[in-house]
């Protein structure tokens, strides 16, 4: 399987260059391998034996995936071919097959544009709808269907489309049997379709000095339902809208939305209810400040692309997905802030009705020369968040606390050669609620302190420093962590971390690697002891189990 995923690469790298030189249309391509290589490791508590999908004693699992897309004009075409021997460990679908996901073509014009087979879209900020594709979190929940677009010149545009999400959930044996498997994807019975439309008020009116305008979509969601989930109150088909207004005018901005998304059963134990949301943002951005606000209402918003349980086995799986409801709070990147972040999923136990919560960001850059920006100025950076339960349908006033976060942060370039960042993070979490929502048990109330430090020694060499500390009285007390990263520009890069928890289990996670960049070519290789937790990407998570062992991957485009 591996020579053929090579094989393939190197026959799209040749055809592409032929293809240009002959002016017969454009092909670009990507290559994305990542892989494991497993080791027992009795203090993280990892067994690879253990694993479901390392059969017959193996210890390496890998994710392969090969885009090609050719266009020629106003036609395009493209597909995409993964490989999973098998699946690394903690992704949604532990599956070992080579298999085509993406397959499509399309037409696109100066006012219309039509795909048909595999395509992404979003409806609004996705709250009712999203398909898309993010392979660090083993997600692809993309349509195979048809799409449509048109322009009624530049004030209105209209789009429909219709497919079948994919939910890759079977063995490929299975799948076969049950006459099941097309482009990558667990055949369901489920479809979506779906209507947008966007007008331009400031346009039509011929307000030059504002952007003003409106949007609507509708979508409806048909899955055939047993007798025991239609007595839950859902029906075949599930109908949803959203309403959006967007103002924008002279660095002040505003946007809302409504959404209606149907008859959404939480669990096969209680009766659907209908479910909806209400998104607001509003802030400005002018003379180096910025400043938003955003609030944000969810009742019973876990639309799933499988509903019944009963029907279909990939109801449990992580990628059963059909909207996209990312964490608004800070997403932090440095290792002890991201120890336990929050993830919106508190509506999908068996008490909660959902959330209601919302975030203010504010960003200052004192200016070069002014009083505390000095001689190469200052970024300064402020977040507060906090999230409570719906207890109840219908409900507008927050119930119990679920979690709430201040971090403030500054960025400093004090020579040309050293750049300093500093970050202080207050993280609060109801242990009891999340817990019941996530199985997980989380740090309650932690106060987490970062520097990041980037020295340039050379134009072509630096080293970059992290010290962290994550002060709790709470489940497993103190944490430090520290990291070292000497680059060598433009080709080298090696690194080395440890994430200690001193306060409670004594064990050191521990990682190392390096890695070469070559234009648009990248090999990295590592070594380390990983925490069981969550991994996570746009605001969206996904568990993922301790695991110790050495990784690999490669990155190529052209």
């Not at 591996?2 to 055809?15: C, D, E, H, P, Y």
């Not at 008020?201 to 307000?207: F, K, N, Q, R």
Request: include cysteine.
């Amino acid at each position: 399987m591996k020579r053929i995923i090579i094989s393939m690469f190197l026959v799209t790298f040749s055809l592409a260059l032929d293809a240009q030189e002959k002016d017969w249309g454009y092909v670009s391509a990507s290559l994305e391998s990542t892989s494991h290589l497993y080791s027992e490791d009795k203090v993280n508590g990892f067994d690879p034996d253990a694993l479901v999908q390392l059969k017959d004693g193996k210890s390496f699992a890998t994710n392969n995936y090969l885009k090609v897309d050719y266009y020629k004009g106003k036609f395009s075409a493209g597909t995409q071919l993964e490989g999973t021997f098998p699946s690394i460990v903690g992704y949604p679908i532990p599956v070992n097959r080579l298999t085509l996901s993406n397959v499509y073509v399309g037409w696109r014009d100066d006012s219309f544009s039509v795909t048909a087979g595999t395509f992404y879209e979003q409806l609004g900020s996705g709250l009712l709808f999203r398909s898309w594709e993010d392979r660090t979190l083993g997600l692809n929940n993309a349509l195979v269907g048809v799409r449509g677009t048109y322009d009624f010149g530049e004030n209105v545009a209209v789009r429909a489309f219709w497919g079948i999400p994919r939910l890759g959930k079977l063995p490929d044996s299975d799948a076969r049997k049950a006459g099941k498997e097309f482009f990558g994807l667990g055949m369901t019975n489920v479809n979506v379709a779906a209507a947008d439309v966007s007008v331009s008020l400031s346009g039509l009116l011929g307000m030059d000095d504002m952007s003003l305008s409106v949007e609507g979509s509708v979508m409806n969601k048909h899955e055939a339902l047993s007798d025991m989930i239609i007595k839950k109150g859902c029906r075949t088909n599930t109908l949803g809208w959203s309403g959006r207004l967007n103002l924008d005018y002279e660095g002040l901005y505003f946007r809302g939305e409504y959404v209606d998304a149907g008859q959404q059963l939480i669990n096969i134990f209680y009766d659907s209810k209908r479910g909806n949301a209400q998104l607001i943002e509003f802030g400005y951005n002018a003379r180096g400040l910025g400043l938003s606000v955003t609030g944000r209402r969810m009742e019973r918003m876990n639309q799933k692309i499988v509903t019944d349980p009963t029907g279909d086995p990939g109801y449990l799986s992580a990628a059963n997905v059909l909207s996209y409801r990312p964490a608004m709070s800070t997403q932090y990147t440095y290792m002890l802030t991201t120890l336990n972040p929050y993830n919106p999923e508190i509506g999908t136990n068996f008490i909660k009705a959902g959330e209601i919560g919302g975030q203010i960001d504010a960003f200052y850059n004192f200016r070069r020369g002014t009083a505390l920006g000095g001689k190469r100025g200052m970024k300064v950076h402020a977040n507060f968040s906090t999230y409570y339960s719906l207890d109840q349908n219908g409900a507008v006033k927050g119930g119990e606390f679920l979690f709430r976060d201040f971090s403030f942060d500054i960025e400093k370039q004090w020579t040309k050669k050293f750049k300093m960042n500093l970050l202080y993070s207050m993280q609060d979490y109801n242990k009891e609620e999340l817990d019941w929502a996530h199985s997980q048990v989380y740090i309650g109330l932690s106060h987490i302190f970062v520097a990041d430090l980037l020295y340039k020694w050379t134009p072509k060499f630096s080293t970059r420093a992290e010290l962290q500390y994550l002060s709790s009285d709470d489940y497993q007390g103190d944490w430090m962590a520290a990291l070292l990263e000497v680059s060598f520009a433009p080709h080298w890069s090696v690194f080395a971390s440890d994430m200690y928890n001193h306060g409670s289990s004594g064990i050191h996670y521990y990682n190392g690697g390096l890695s070469y960049v070559l234009g648009k070519l990248r090999l990295a290789a590592g070594y380390g002891r990983y925490r069981a937790g969550f991994i996570c990407s746009g605001g969206v998570c996904r568990e993922i189990p301790a695991y110790t062992g050495a990784n690999f991957s490669l990155t190529a485009s052209f």
